[in-house]
């Protein structure tokens, strides 16, 4: 966690498969989950539950993609290590981010990312007013629909726990 001021943030980085060249990618808050295998296309996630509040609108998650096929500029590719891959150029793509209660099929939010950073594939969000407005254990996915058309959902989840707050 970054703290920025009265600002937290959390670091999210998420190097997903897309249909037209990224056969790799993967999900990163800290603990790995699964590796998948999506339509032959491969994911890896590495993931934490994210531990929040009731009615809180932060933390502010930053989400970054990135090409495990492709080295970043002056490097050399390791498909092992995500440091070595180059980031997804997001110009023209959007990235949503749905939340449900686990074990629940009907969505209770859609959170629009904001592309902070196409060339470094850099997206952000937070929590919007109502989002986290009941306690219990969520689940939310990740979907990136690219400037083509093509959309790509990472298969692995975020875990959310939502506690009470004191009020």
């Not at 800290?30 to 809180?56: F, P, Q, W």
């Not at 492709?70 to 498909?79: F, R």
């Not at 904001?114 to 990740?142: I, Q, W």
Request: aromatic fraction near 4%; charged fraction near 25%; charge should be neutral.
């Amino acid at each position: 966690m970054v703290k920025h001021g009265r600002r937290t943030s959390k670091q999210v980085s998420i190097r997903p498969a897309n249909c037209a060249g990224y056969e790799r990618g993967s999900l990163r808050l800290r603990r790995r989950i699964a590796n998948s295998k999506v339509e032959g296309l491969y994911l890896m996630a590495y993931s934490e539950t994210l531990n929040l509040v009731v009615g809180d609108t932060l933390p502010e998650l930053t989400i970054t993609l990135k090409d495990s096929n492709k080295a970043v500029i002056g490097g050399t590719l390791d498909e092992t290590d995500s440091n070595t891959w180059r980031p997804i150029d997001l110009g023209g793509a959007t990235v949503k981010m749905r939340i449900r209660e686990l074990g629940a099929e009907t969505v209770k939010a859609t959170l629009t990312c904001t592309v902070v950073d196409a060339e470094n594939g850099k997206v952000v969000t937070n929590f919007p007013t109502g989002t986290l407005d009941a306690a219990g254990v969520f689940e939310a996915e990740v979907e990136i629909t690219l400037s083509s058309g093509g959309i790509q959902t990472v298969n692995d989840l975020i875990k959310l726990k939502v506690r009470d707050d004191f009020d």
